[in-house]
């Protein structure tokens, strides 16, 4: 069973819909910060993508009435507590998520290695079919800001297995299946995937964008944990797995279960680590298994038979 890996920096985007004005929403972010007893601020800074070291709201003009909240690198559980009281007040406020919204999580990846960069995108696209169960139909999709990953095409239908260390023949690698030919064309497509590449070369970071917009604390605190586990797994794994069918999730040989080995959610507890410790993801992937079950039933799919890409 994983364990927080609090030296790892994150971040959260949170899209949503408010009609008030930003400073007034950056005003009540930080009076709820202060009632919670938390020193850091928000401010409203209009179209900015530079990493500062507080909260702040700024336009999204992919959304009506669109705002996003953005946090600055986050560390812990204490980088929780801030996103508790960020969306606490939001719902406060009476602002709301639509299937135009989506949230954004971004990992540090500055000390990841060109093959575990390789395998990042490779674990996920192996998985992308379960995951697309994980979230909201309006995030299955190949088109729009968040594209499904592609395993065939990533992994050249498996010939690709990103062995190297070397993190810039990698990202080129990457960058080339989602369409972006240019070095120095950072703002081409190959951005709006579900695990964007682009966010490497310009904040060091990993960015996984599949979720739909959320203003619950939990699902946001979730989908970091999730995604924090793909990333310290791609430190250790030396072969992307293979897609294959989402059968049986409470079968020890169903997707379900190799997607969790595969980014090691599968013993009771890491050695030397207590339960108290491992918690999180246990009720995490508890609660990721009852999301694929209700997705899919939604759906009308039998999820004994849905392929895992």
Known sequence: MAVFNSQRTYGVEIEFHSSMHSQDIADAINDGFRTDGISNTCRYVGYDHRTTSNWKIV????????????????????????????????????????????????????????????????IYASYQTLIDYMVSPSRRTTRGYAKRLNWDRLTKNGTEKFTKDDRKEAITKIRREHGCRHESNCRCGARYHAVNILSILQHGTIEFRQHQGSLNATRIINWILLTQSIIEASR??????????????????????????????????????????????????????????????????????????
């Not at 406060?92 to 999580?105: D, I, K, R």
């Not at 989402?246 to 050695?271: C, M, Q, T």
Request: aromatic share 10%.
């Open 236 to 309: 250790e794994r030396r072969s992307i797995p293979k897609p294959g069918n989402v059968a049986g999730l409470k079968d020890h040989n169903g997707v379900f279960y190799r997607f969790r080995k595969s980014i090691k959610i599968y013993a009771p507890w890491n050695e030397g680590a207590t339960k108290e410790d491992c918690q999180p993801y246990v009720d995490a992937f508890a609660y990721w298994n009852k999301r694929i079950k209700r997705f899919s039933k939604a759906a009308g799919v039998d999820i004994n038979e849905v392929a895992s890409n």
């Open 59 to 122: 336009h999204d003009g992919s959304v009506s009435r669109g705002w996003e909240l953005v946090s600055p690198p986050l560390s812990g559980v204490d980088g929780f507590e801030e996103i508790r009281s960020a969306v606490k007040t939001l719902v406060e406020l009476g602002c709301s998520v639509s299937t135009q919204t989506g949230l954004h999580v971004h990992h540090d990846g500055q000390n990841l290695s060109g093959r575990a960069i390789g395998q990042v995108f490779g």
